[in-house]
């Protein structure tokens, strides 16, 4: 049998969540407020999403420890996608490349770029945020994903198992691999990718 979630509801200028029966069961403190996945939802307050358990305590904070060039820093998490399988895409500072400046845990500063990047319910890194574009799902246990312009593809586990290397993928967002395949393009030559 499904649980029953509350839903997300917008109350004077903040969001809080009302259960089936319309009662207010997590009061309205956030800025937006996305539905239950897995028994965790996507609040955000100011600029940073977070993630709360259906008591409405933040569970995840939005600040994630990642790494760059083995160096650890807090990031600040952007955006975020819903928990699916036990893990969630966000949209992190990541890279050394941009402007957002992270305070290292031997005092130095990192500066960031905002890339996508993947947590697990405890908060933990599953992937380090490296991808200029993710999707909401998998197909045929597969996601594609974009990195510095090109496509590729991450298994259930979020290794990368086909190099981010067309520049097209057919369908990319929808359902890319049908019955096993999908239709890709490198330079203007279209192949086949074999599941």
């Known amino acids: 049998m499904n649980q029953i979630y509350p839903v997300p509801v917008k109350i004077g200028n903040k969001y809080g969540y009302e259960d089936e029966t319309g009662r207010v069961v997590i009061q309205p403190l956030f800025d937006f407020a996305r539905e239950f996945s897995e028994g965790l939802a996507a609040v955000k307050q100011g600029i940073c999403w977070q993630f709360i358990d259906l008591t409405g305590n933040i569970i995840l904070d939005g600040y994630p420890v990642i790494y760059s060039n083995g160096r650890k820093a807090n990031a600040l998490i952007y955006d975020v996608k819903d928990f699916k399988d036990g893990t969630a895409w966000i949209l992190a500072f990541a890279d050394e490349s941009y402007r957002h400046t992270a305070r290292c845990s031997d005092g130095d500063y990192i500066t960031y770029d905002k890339k996508w ?17 993710v999707p909401w799902g998998f197909s045929n246990g597969l996601a594609p994903v974009v990195m510095k312009g090109l496509r590729g593809f991450v298994d259930k586990q979020y290794k990368i198992v086909v190099q981010p290397q067309f520049q097209k993928i057919c369908a990319f967002w929808i359902e890319p691999f ?18």
């Open 117 to 133: 990047g993947s947590i697990d319910k405890q908060g933990k890194v599953v992937i380090e945020p490296q991808f200029d574009e």
């Open 178 to 195: 049908s019955e096993g395949w999908a239709l890709a393009a490198r330079q203007d030559k279209y192949c086949w990718l074999n599941r």
